[in-house]
């Protein structure tokens, strides 16, 4: 019998009970592991089987977990109770004895499934009877068991078992809170919690609210005890206390909660589930009115005297005045002798509570002679326990801090006296108050129409002379007032009224601030290049004006004035050309009409910054974000020597020549003694232009790009060129040093893990890719020139960069045909990877363990099966050659989805199951993931259609493994139609 018609037989088995030795037969199947298993449990309906199966002990003794040959662990100890969740939806009663009588061993063996079944009981008897199993599951701190406290509570609660739910929440609480306290603090329980409580206690509170306090305040009492022993001590915190009587108030001390009445939100802390829960149903029974239930809880929460309880009381107080005056008043009294002590600051809540009873109640709250004592108390203070005076403390704040929430009974000369004026924020007591996060905002001081009132006279005064506050004054903190912003209030005032900022006036003379300046010429290189909004468009006039201030600018600049091109540098003017290079490139890419006079001023002005000192490039030793081109592009220099290049390509373009200053500026530049590795970095990512343009000159001095002697500036082209440009046949033939130049940087690269870290490496897989180019297209000396740069490369490279290399190769490739390639370059790829797989086939069969080092260059190669260009017996044959060598798992997802995509190419089916099969033996769950039926199932069927013998054994034999694997949603293949 095929394994197909033993698993039919075997879920009809499970679907129907059968007689005597059909039973037998079916329980010696399940006995021998997967894939029967895992069938009859998934398919198992008929309840006559669960007597039979718990008498066999499945229910009761917990099996041994099965590693299957591709390394999937099937934990066979749960599949029984996969069938047995189904049964509690439809034979509660039987499933629910069932739960009961299991071990508990078995029990904590398989408790994630245990409350997957408890989950699915909805009959209220049944969950009745589960009730005392359902409390022992909550109170284990099982990794699995939180997840599902929460299902279990949701579906009980829908199903009207609410007290059952209450219990369960009692015994979770109550060990997620025991949990915090083990050597490894189970903090996802915390989180589960947070979860539950949102979603569920509102409910069960509404309907249960003395029960649901009772649990949180025992759940907070029970965590301040378990944190009050191992902290405790004789020091006293002065926020931690209000009460010297009672030393227990100080202890623990670590809750920071610092308004009950909202939890900060994202919040998951369990102190803060618990207590902002606690005081939101505690406030539901304060705002009854009712007096019985108002004492209850008051009592409640007296009774432990941590000070969060009495905390949580004071927040009551206050918003619940008109029912708590006596409770208020009790506590005010006791500790009202101290409240000139430095130490007995208010808290936020009992600021409050003063305040509200004060304006509420007056002297019904504070008799005359009591609110006298009180302040004359505190006008006294601040003093220590000892009663003498802090001489380090501010006195009139803390009168004012003391007194300010009575100001309902202060007098006049009271309230004169603690400068009434100068209120205390709410916040300022809370001693641990958050701060808010914003992103800094730049205004400018003026808006446009202001400055647009101003006389031309005081509007060069109050440009030139303006400086920002201090931010930190204002209540909006995050707001700042800066010149740049107000730069770019000008350019939009230029914008709007271009005859006051006429070419004539000269009007950039007035400004002495650079930053002005530049913001200008920024908004005139957005508007060149169409960044600007519709309505903006450039006129002559503009680029006319443009161009004279951006000469102004240039001539400042190379004149020296300034010491940085930055413009937070307040003590001296700073002439950056950075803004005019910018510009003038956007001047040289514009669409717009440019008279040769005004692009001959673009010229003379690139040049001349290339030329000029450059700041941002000035004594650099080291590339800003560790990249030399990213120094190069954020400079003057390498912004114009960008334009420069741009407008050789046009001089190309229109002459077919380049005018020889072009040259000869790139030329002087790298020549000069101090000169930084950026414009060699930027001129080497863009090595492609240059040869193309200037190939004949530096052919005969490549050291002029790539000086020897000058081994930073050399490395910084190299590296730029293989990071950020691509491959051309010419590139070599000019440069021929390139290639060894960065394999040697490779082989530096990897002299430490420091280096193996830094973006250098980037460049591995880039070098990789260029070298393979230049070996299909022969581009070295010989053949063996060019293998041996593989070889060093492959030898060299770590195994993440190996696997790149041959996925980029194969993308490449990727969309091309047989007609795209020719047949010379076709075969020189395919000898790149037998080559490559012969080195990593003969290592592999050296060591045992060897081939672990390849497994991402084998992964990647399975990839070039979608390849038209290579021939499909070469692709399959190869492919399958790389699976059978991985020992951890392929990227199975574009495979099988190509294997799915030649259902209807019945030439490749043969050779397509041969792929899948090779798949299927891989031991990764990824490769199960990747079996999706809508790209295996209709292979398969085709398979089985075929007239070919050959395709449809072929089709039996992968079906087969498919099943054997677990895979059995395909059990129905290859089976005949019945009508």
């Not at 003063?354 to 108390?377: P, S, V």
């Not at 808010?436 to 109050?462: H, N, T």
């Not at 050296?846 to 991402?856: H, K, N, P, V």
């Not at 190509?898 to 792929?915: A, N």
Request: aromatic share 8%.
């Amino acid at each position: 019998m095929t394994l197909q018609a033993q698993l039919d037989w075997l879920k009809s088995a499970a679907i129907t009970l059968p007689d005597a030795e059909g039973v037998s037969r079916a329980l010696a199947l399940v006995a021998s592991g997967a894939p029967n298993d895992e069938l009859f449990f998934g398919e198992l309906k008929d309840a006559a089987w669960l007597p039979v199966l718990e008498r066999k002990g499945y229910f009761s003794k917990p099996l041994v977990d099965q590693t299957q040959p591709d390394r999937r662990t099937i934990f066979r100890n749960r599949l029984p109770l996969f069938a047995l969740a189904r049964f509690s939806e439809t034979t509660p009663s039987q499933a629910a004895a069932i739960l009961l009588r299991m071990p508990l061993s078995a029990v904590q063996a398989t408790a994630d499934q245990v409350l997957r079944c408890l989950t699915k009981l909805r009959d209220r008897q049944a969950i009745t009877s589960v009730r005392p199993l359902s409390v022992y599951l909550a109170e284990t701190t099982h990794r699995a068991t939180a997840v599902w406290i929460d299902d279990l509570l949701q579906d009980w609660i829908k199903a009207g078992a609410q007290m059952e739910a209450v219990g369960i929440l009692r015994a979770f609480v109550g060990s997620t809170v025991r949990s915090s306290f083990e050597d490894q603090p189970r903090l996802d329980r915390h989180w589960q919690l947070a979860e539950i409580d949102r979603k569920l206690v509102d409910h069960l509170a509404n309907v249960f609210p003395q029960e649901i306090a009772h649990i949180y305040f025992e759940a907070l009492s029970r965590w301040a005890a378990m944190r009050r022993a191992p902290e405790q001590t004789d020091e006293r915190t002065p926020w931690d206390s209000h009460v010297i009587a009672d030393p227990a108030r100080d202890s623990p001390s670590s809750f920071w909660l610092e308004d009950f009445r909202q939890a900060p939100s994202g919040s998951r802390d369990l102190e803060e589930t618990l207590a902002t829960r606690l005081y939101a149903i505690c406030a539901v029974a304060f705002g009854s009115g009712d007096g019985p239930k108002i004492a209850h809880i008051e009592s409640l929460l007296r009774s432990d005297r941590w000070e969060l309880f009495a905390r949580l009381r004071w927040q009551l107080y206050a918003e619940y005045p008109d029912s708590t005056l006596e409770f208020a008043r009790r506590d005010v009294l006791e500790v009202l002798p101290h409240l000139g002590r430095f130490d007995y600051l208010h808290g936020f809540e009992f600021a409050q509570l003063l305040q509200r009873h004060a304006e509420k109640h007056g002297n019904a709250f504070l008799n005359i002679d009591e609110a006298r004592k009180l302040i004359d108390t505190v006008f006294a203070g601040p003093v220590d326990e000892d009663g003498k005076l802090e001489p380090e403390v501010d006195r009139e704040r803390f009168w004012r801090k003391q007194l300010q929430p009575l100001e309902a009974l202060l007098t006049a000369a009271d309230k004169q006296r603690i400068q009434q004026d100068r209120p205390i924020s709410p916040n300022d007591y809370k001693p641990f108050h958050r701060g808010e996060a914003r992103m800094i905002e730049q205004v400018s001081p003026v808006s446009v129409g202001a400055l647009a009132a101003k006389p031309d006279a005081d509007l060069w005064q109050f440009l030139n002379t303006w400086k920002p506050g201090n931010r930190r004054e204002k209540p909006e903190w995050w707001i700042e007032e800066s010149v740049d912003a107000l730069a770019s209030t000008l350019a939009a005032l230029i914008e709007r009224d271009p005859a006051r900022f006429s070419l004539a006036s000269k009007w950039w003379e007035k400004i002495e601030r650079p930053e002005m300046l530049h913001r200008i010429l920024d908004r005139a290189a957005e508007r060149i290049a169409g960044r600007e909004q519709k309505g903006a468009e450039v006129t002559e006039a503009d680029l006319a004006t443009w161009l004279a201030l951006a000469k102004w600018v240039v001539a400042h600049a190379t004149k020296g004035e300034g010491q940085s091109d930055s413009s937070d540098d307040e003590t001296e003017p700073v002439w950056s050309t950075r803004a005019t290079a910018r510009f003038l490139e956007a001047m040289v890419k514009t669409q717009t009409a440019v008279t040769p006079q005004q692009r001959a001023m673009v010229v003379q002005l690139l040049r001349l910054i290339v030329q000029a000192d450059d700041p941002r490039l000035a004594n650099r030793e080291t590339a800003m974000m560790n990249d030399w081109l990213t120094t190069a592009i954020n400079s003057a220099r390498g912004n114009a020597m960008q334009a420069i290049l741009d407008v050789a390509v046009q001089q190309h373009e229109a002459e077919k020549a380049v005018e020889p200053w072009v040259f000869e500026t790139i030329e002087t530049r790298l020549r000069h003694p101090d000169e930084s590795p950026a414009l060699f970095a930027l001129l080497g990512s863009r090595l492609r232009l240059l040869v193309f343009l200037f190939g004949d000159r530096f052919k005969p001095r490549p050291e002029l790009l790539f000086p020897e002697d000058r081994p930073q500036h050399r490395d910084a082209a190299v590296l730029a060129h293989f990071k950020y440009d691509n491959p051309m046949v010419g590139v070599i033939n000019t440069f021929p040093g390139l290639i060894p130049a960065g394999l040697a940087l490779a082989a530096e690269a990897t002299k430490s893990e420091k280096e193996q870290r830094s973006p250098r490496r980037e460049f591995d897989s880039r070098l990789g890719v260029h070298i393979a180019f230049y070996h299909w297209n022969a581009s070295f000396p010989t053949d063996q020139v060019g293998e041996a740069a593989l070889d060093r490369f492959f030898a060299l490279a770590a195994s993440d960069t190996r696997g790149s290399v041959i996925d980029q190769i194969g993308s490449a490739f990727e969309k091309t045909t047989e007609q795209d390639v020719s047949a010379t370059v076709r075969e020189r790829v395919m000898q790149i990877w037998e080559r490559r797989f012969g080195q990593i086939l003969g290592v592999s069969q050296g060591a045992a363990d060897a081939s672990t080092d390849y497994q991402e260059e084998l992964a990647a190669f399975t990839d070039w099966i979608r390849c038209e260009c290579f021939p499909l017996d070469w692709r399959v044959r190869r492919v399958i050659s790389a699976l059978n060598l991985l020992t951890s798992g392929p990227r199975p997802y574009r495979l099988v989805k190509f294997v799915g995509e030649q259902r209807d190419k019945p030439e490749r089916l043969l050779s397509m199951l041969q792929v899948l099969e090779a798949l299927v033996r891989q031991p990764s769950d990824e490769v199960r993931w990747a079996m999706q039926e809508k790209d295996v199932r209709p292979i398969l069927e085709r398979a089985f259609e075929s007239p070919i013998p050959e395709v449809r054994t072929q089709a039996e034999a992968t079906l087969e493994l498919l099943l054997r694997q677990g895979f059995l949603s395909f059990l129905d293949i290859g089976k005949p139609v019945v009508d």
